[in-house]
């Protein structure tokens, strides 16, 4: 089963709203997570590096006010889209990677719509 | 919920040699893609196959999906140096509480010797 779960599968919602996506390691502990995000038959372009009880760090390009990411434990880091508009609409998809093993596991990825 | 599997976890190979990962899901899938990480580096799309049976190649990576749209194989052949790194795998869940998961294999790590 997967090791990794990311929260919700699939949302919606309006515009100008915000939404958070869960990224939760099940059977590990990650101190280094990280959020992607996908667009069809294109590479998943890594958004930023979640660091637990620190900072995450940005990719150039990817607005940190916009996309809040927050790694308050061992198991979770969150990714909120803040004042969501159509061109957020996209697959985001986290990865957590186990500390004692340095294994990278993924999650199954959000599908977010905003209407 | 839906599960991918992915064999050889590790792959030694002398350079010249050629060298395989295998895909197989638990499930039906809406298509399959490949990615390849550097080590230190993040995972960069190699390719995406639709179709039952799709056979793609570039240069010498051959990819294959199957007739049942359950498994998939990466092929390279007369591996280089510049091969190595972690192969992936991730399925597409086609339907039912997998409709549009992207499931990711436990990766290959493929070192080539020179």
């Known amino acids: 089963g997967a090791v990794v779960s990311q929260h919700p599968s699939w949302v919606i919602c309006k515009s100008g709203t915000s939404v958070k996506i869960e990224c939760r390691s099940l059977?590990?502990?990650?101190?280094?997570m990280f959020w992607y995000r996908q667009f069809p038959k294109q590479s998943l372009m890594l958004m930023a590096t979640?660091?637990?009880?620190?900072?995450?760090?940005?990719e150039q390009g990817v607005e940190k006010d916009k996309f809040l990411i927050n790694h308050a434990s061992l198991t979770l880091s969150t990714l909120t889209v803040t004042s969501a508009h159509p061109e957020d609409s996209s697959f985001y998809i986290c990865?957590?990677?186990?500390?004692?093993?340095?294994?990278?596991?993924f999650g199954e990825g959000s599908w977010l719509t905003v209407v | 919920g839906q599960q991918v599997m992915q064999i050889p976890q590790y792959q030694h190979v002398q350079e010249g040699e050629d060298f395989t990962t295998y895909c197989n899901s638990s499930?039906?899938?809406?298509?399959i893609q490949w990615y390849k990480q550097r080590p230190g580096g993040h995972p960069v799309f190699l390719i995406q196959l639709v179709k039952s049976g799709e056979v793609k190649k570039q240069k010498r990576l051959t990819f294959q999906f199957g007739e049942a749209k359950k498994n998939s194989s990466l092929h390279i052949t007369a591996t280089q140096t510049t091969d190595v790194g972690t192969y992936f795998c991730?399925?597409?869940?086609?339907?039912?509480?997998?409709?549009?998961?992207?499931?990711f294999g436990q990766g290959t790590i493929l070192t080539v010797h020179p």
């Open positions: 991730a399925g597409r869940g086609a339907g039912g509480t997998s409709y549009g998961k992207l499931t």
């Open positions: 059977d590990f502990q990650a101190t280094t």
């Open positions: 979640s660091n637990e009880g620190s900072k995450a760090t940005y």
């Open positions: 990865s957590a990677r186990d500390q004692r093993t340095n294994t990278i596991y």
């Open positions: 499930t039906t899938l809406s298509n």
